[in-house]
């Protein structure tokens, strides 16, 4: 079983910067592959990035490529998610998640989610 705890949600600037973190409990997290969703209001649940268990393979999202960063560090069963250049029509609310694979988080396929961390990007 994996407890994933997010933090570093908040109110930006369009253009600015944020750091998500996404803590997990377990001895098992290293195993896992892990991501990040997010959900704006009155919209479907959408994939960001994902990163494979070792760190070695990372996906993102068209949408965010070269601007943010996710990475992880399986000393401190944590991934992050660095955003960069934040936009507006980015507000919502970013979920953590783990699956077996990280090409199959970025399908969707995923064992364990956050509960999630509002992020706001003002104009």
């Known amino acids: 079983q994996v407890q994933l705890v997010e933090s570093g949600g908040g109110l930006v600037q369009s253009g600015g910067s944020l750091r998500l973190s996404c803590a997990a409990s377990g001895r098992t997290f290293s195993s896992y592959a892990m991501g990040w969703f997010r959900q704006a209001p009155l919209k479907q649940r959408e994939f960001v990035a994902a990163?494979?268990?070792?760190?070695?393979?990372?996906y993102y999202a068209d949408s965010v490529k070269g601007r943010f960063t996710i990475s992880r560090d399986n000393a401190k069963n944590t991934v992050y998610l660095q955003m960069n250049s934040l936009k507006p029509e980015e507000t919502a609310v970013y979920y953590c998640?783990?699956?077996?694979?990280?090409?199959?988080?970025?399908?969707?396929?995923?064992?364990?989610w956050g509960q999630g961390t509002q992020v706001t990007v003002s104009s």
């Open positions: 998640a783990g699956g077996r694979v990280g090409s199959s988080v970025r399908a969707g396929t995923v064992d364990y």
């Open positions: 990163i494979s268990w070792s760190g070695g393979n990372t």
